[in-house]
């Protein structure tokens, strides 16, 4: 239940704050005063597109919050607690947005994405206004409400029905997919054969490029790696290179070790010296002696790479992609030699799995139309009381070329208004003023299908006055003992119903204007009643009027 609602520097709403009660709240005022921005306000709060136009001149930014009960909302504070946002018995939702156009939108606090202040809306707030009454005109408003007032009677036929529909999409997909391979059949057959062919022929290893790789790389640069290795070799083996000079400065140096015996650890590492490097000699020659470098080796290494890079590029950049792609090509060969075979099979279930989903949707439409029939009785029965004795409102069936997501049916609103006039089309022969009127007896015969505990009524007396405005009062008190209904309206038959009544006028002060809000006691509840009525607060007939349809209002509340 809403509580409180706060709107700061909102268009004409400089500082208006105010309380609701349980049952039925009002808000009245003259036109122009600032009901609509009020109502534009809250649903900022609920997540509706927040403009920076709505700023007040003059100031930075505008926020808006409003305050709920939830203690007896089990399901919303799951919800709360799945996003990590402290539960108590109180609900504050916050939105500011600046005149830079940033938004920011909390609960209790701390700071949500938008998406989760419209989902947390959903559990609190049915704002019904004139688009809502249009709404009805909606070609799938029929199937929803139905669904929605048949309750658990038509979701669980439904949910039967959902399951083998998913079914039925799935088959006929790949049956269709089945179909276009059988018109392609030889030409896939070849390809696959082919490319089967061509991998397997290719006797792919794990790892074997790494290999050829570095051989190409070695074969590529022959020249320049034996003109390397012959010239080290010339310097180790020469007369004069290194390996004859290390030999004299050894034999130098034993005669100097005959005399000097701290010399010998010197002797030691030319001797080491001498020996590393004739070990590099041998192996050097040894490498001149079995080196074979031809240009038909360095061809074939490099055909086998170009091999295994084509097969890469074509079928998956990778030889384990490729062996998987050849594993694939061999399943899909078989698949198609089997083609005729899948396809009947896969025909046959189809035409089984049509036969249960025909059903299905048949047992999903005797329930509907039970529930379409019961429904339309109640909204009669309410449009009788909204004085439109002779009016029918019924759902007509028709069934559907093919099957769909939400069944067979295909549901339109009929409606007569007048005594012998046939049913037509809803919207063909509802005017503005009977379209509200239907609108709010379907949601007096809904309100006991959703858990939303607010409901907003923005001026859905539109087109309506005299003995239908009472009957419209009446249903949407009806409304208030199961819920909260927050109203604006221009008729004072609905607003006598109120059990808080607020009004909203246009201040001036200073240069500037400013919407206020003011919970109006008894007696200045008589003198708004009077100014609904007769435009003047002055007459005492009027003031008479006034209190007798308090007076009435309460006597019909006390029965009920």
Known sequence: MLQSLHVHNFALLEDAKVEFAPGFNVFTGETGAGKSILVDAFGVVLGNRASADYVRSGADSFWVQAVFDISSMPQLQAYLEEQDIEVEDDLFLKRQVTAAGKSKATVNGVQVPLSIIKEISTMLVDIHGQHENQALLNAEAPRILVDAFGGAKVAEPLARYGALYAKYIGLQKKLQALKADCEQQDILLDRYAWEVKEIEAAKLQIGEEVALEAEAKVLQNSEKILTAVNGAYGLLDEEKAVLSLLANAKNTLHTAVRYDGKLSAVLDNLDSAWLTLDDCRQELSEYLSRSDFNGERANEVQQRLDTIYRLHKKYGGSTDAVLAYLETAKQ?????????????????????????????????????????????????????????????????????????????????????????????????????????????????????????????????????????????????????????????????????????????????????????????????????????????????????????????????????
């Open 332 to 560: 899909k060969y078989n698949e198609l030699l089997d083609l005729a075979e899948t396809i009947a099979k896969a025909e046959k279930e189809l035409a089984q799995l049509t036969k249960e989903l025909t059903k299905a949707a048949d047992v999903l439409t005797l329930e509907r139309k039970a529930q379409a029939e019961r429904l339309a009785n109640l909204v009669t029965t309410h449009i009788h009381d909204l004085a439109m004795p002779n009016g029918i409102f019924e759902v007509q069936f028709t069934e559907l070329e093919k099957f769909t997501a939400n069944g067979r049916d295909g549901m339109t609103f009929m409606f007569s208004a007048n005594m012998g006039e046939p049913v037509n089309e809803l919207e063909k022969v509802a005017s503005g003023g009977e379209l509200s009127r239907i609108a709010l007896a379907i949601k007096t015969v809904m309100m006991n299908t959703g858990d939303v505990p607010t409901m907003v009524f923005d001026e859905i007396d539109t087109g309506v006055g005299g003995v239908t405005a009472q009957r419209m009062a009446e249903k949407i008190a009806i409304i208030s003992n199961i819920g909260q209904v927050l109203c604006i309206t221009h008729l004072p038959q609905i607003a006598a119903f109120a059990d808080r009544h607020i009004y909203i006028e246009k201040q001036s002060s200073a240069g500037r204007t400013a919407t206020m809000l003011t919970v109006l006691d008894e007696e200045a509840r008589v003198r708004e009643l009077m100014r609904m009525t007769a435009g003047t607060s002055e007459s005492n007939a009027a003031y008479e009027n006034a209190k007798e349809l308090l007076a009435t209002a309460e006597a019909v509340k006390s029965k009920r």
